[in-house]
Nanobody, 126 residues
Framework: QVQLLESGGGLVQAGGSLRLSCAAS????????MGWFRQAPGKEREFVAA????????YYADSLKGRFTISRDNAKNMVYLQMNSLKPEDTAVYYC???????????????????WGQGTQVTVAS
């Protein structure tokens, strides 16, 4: 059973930084794609970033390139999302997700991910 546990959310001032962590357990993730999504109140859950565990290849929402960085630690089974220059519009619940069946062409699609964490709240104050 795959389990994903996010942490690292909180309240930060605009322009600040946060690093989210996702602890993955229950499988060997070497063949998985890991993603971060976010959902703001009243909005649909949207793709933020993804990483292919085996190769380290990364993918980002165009609007977030340059501010957000996804990474993983193989030894610890951890995935991270470093968020810099945060803006009030980044306020959302951030979710970690995993899939062992996804292809690169659909890596941004939330319905292609099989496993989800409970989410961690990020609030950016203006």
């Amino acid at each position: 059973q795959v389990q994903l546990l996010e942490s690292g959310g909180g309240l930060v001032q605009a322009g600040g930084s946060l690093r989210l962590s996702c602890a993955a357990s229950g499988r060997t993730f070497s063949r998985y794609a890991m993603g971060w999504f976010r959902q703001a109140p009243g909005k649909e859950r949207e793709f933020v970033a993804a990483i292919i565990w085996s190769t380290g290849s990364t993918y980002y929402a165009d609007s977030l390139k340059g501010r957000f960085t996804i990474s993983r630690d193989n030894a610890k089974n951890m995935v991270y999302l470093q968020m810099n220059s945060l803006k009030p519009e980044d306020t959302a619940v951030y979710y970690c997700a995993a899939s062992n069946t996804i292809s690169i062409s659909v890596i941004t699609m939330r319905n292609r991910y099989d496993y989800w964490g409970q989410g961690t709240q990020v609030t950016v104050a203006s």
